[in-house]
């Protein structure tokens, strides 16, 4: 594991205040996710951010967040798409499984799922994170089977022990194998564990570290819209 992995988990010792922080937050959906949010995007293709605290933009400003930063570099290259964030503080993969069946009651062309840190944190079975991001996988494609899905791989703690953060990493190559998914290796790659580009809690990215997460999420985005479009 990359040096810069293993950094940002160490400060998951700190994860029982922070989650706490978290359930005080305002545990809505985002205003692109509302009904009235959901008619404006029908006007242009959609893409769906279903994920945590991290898609959410835990302590930023909504414009701050990863999702609308890809929706501004889709703007400016001229894609025809509208991002929603469905992101949930707290959000476990169990609980998304439950909460997906109401974000798909919207067309979609993309959905971008982004669940199991919490599922990590709190040393889950990874049997168990499998079968529920299956379920959804499985939903999506049931309610939109022409979308297009892409799976946003995470890491577990070190601490949990090698056997564990192994068969959690696994999780997410063998589904996006076995499902045919585009995979994000790592959503945080080159901002875990660096300071300067998190917020105080050292979990979650600040403006600078969000702006990275976005291009994590865009090497692997855009070339899925460019191959729909050609």
Known sequence: MKKSYILIFLSFAFFGACQNAESGQDQRLTEQETPAGMEEAEMSGKIIFFGNSLTAGYGLDPGEGFPAIVQTKLDASGYNYKVVNAGLSGETTAGGNERV???????????????????????FSPDVTHQNLQSIIDKVKAKAPEAKII???????????????????KVFVNLARDNDLPLIPFLLKNVGGIPELNLPDGIHPNKEGQKIVAGNVWEILQPLLAEAES
């Open 101 to 123: 069946d109401w974000v798909l009651q919207q067309n979609l062309d993309v959905f971008v799922l982004e669940l199991g840190a919490n599922d990590g944190l709190r040393g």
């Open 151 to 169: 799976l946003a791989g995470m890491e577990a703690p070190p601490n949990m022990g090698k056997d564990y953060t192994d068969d959690f990493r």
